[in-house]
């Protein structure tokens, strides 16, 4: 049974650092991957889907890598704003029409 | 239009009333989900409708039942909820097949009292 797992659970930086979250799954036997922020209370937003023939994936501050062989993702966040707190959240698809999602990483950019 | 509407944001009902949530998108996406989600957990999986039938349920309550009348719109119909039934319920939208990822709406906060 997959499972997705995201470290740290949490991570508290102040503005201006790059930072990296992760993302682990167990079976590499995925079609793609998918990162999201969620704001408190608020629906998902998708940062970035990368298929499982591609290596990396970026948008604007943001790149994301998957390495299916050892199972893990990393998110880069570059120069983070206050504006970047948030939940991080991935998401591993293994079936049609079902994503696997992980714990989540809280993030709190310090102005 | 790149979005998932979903209404309404905020819905307080009691256990013995019905309601019903609804989700529309208009990106030609032929797969429609529902999720729920507790605090500061990851959101779950409820229904999935493809092609307007329903695809997947993960073992629902009947108290929860889904309806796709057409392809652009999701309702989740609500009734004789229970407090634990108290979530953020999310509604979210693909292609259909395996190589897309998925949009998600704002989400409906449900309180059952």
């Known amino acids: 049974k997959q499972e997705v797992t995201q470290i740290p659970a949490a991570l508290s930086v102040p503005e201006g650092e790059n930072l990296v979250l992760n993302c682990s799954f167990t079976d590499s036997a995925i079609y793609n991957l998918q990162w999201f922020r969620q704001d408190p209370g608020k629906g998902l937003t998708s940062l970035l889907l990368?298929?499982?023939?591609?290596r990396e994936q970026t948008s604007g501050r943001l790149n994301a890598s998957l390495d299916k062989s050892s199972g893990r993702s990393t998110l880069y966040i570059a120069a983070s704003q206050p504006g970047d707190s948030a939940t991080y959240l991935c998401?591993?698809?293994?079936?049609?029409?079902?994503?696997?999602f992980g714990t989540g990483t809280r993030l709190k950019v310090l102005a | 239009d790149t979005e998932v509407t979903q209404t309404p944001k905020h819905l307080v009902m009691g256990m013995t009333n019905k309601k019903s949530l609804k989700c529309e998108q208009h990106?030609?996406?032929?797969?429609m989900y529902w999720y729920k989600q507790k605090a500061k957990k990851p959101p779950e999986l409820m229904f999935v409708y493809s092609y307007e039938k329903l695809s997947i349920n993960e073992s629902v309550p009947s108290r929860f039942s889904p309806e796709c009348p057409n392809s652009s719109l999701l309702n989740l119909h609500l009734h004789a909820l229970q407090p634990e039934d108290s979530a953020l319920y999310l509604c979210?939208?693909?292609?259909?097949?395996?190589?897309?990822?998925?949009?998600f709406g704002s989400g409906t906060r449900l309180t059952v009292v």
């Open positions: 979210a939208s693909s292609q259909s097949g395996q190589a897309y990822g998925y949009t």
């Open positions: 990368i298929q499982s023939s591609q």
């Open positions: 998401a591993v698809s293994q079936e049609t029409y079902k994503y696997i």
């Open positions: 990106m030609g996406h032929r797969a």
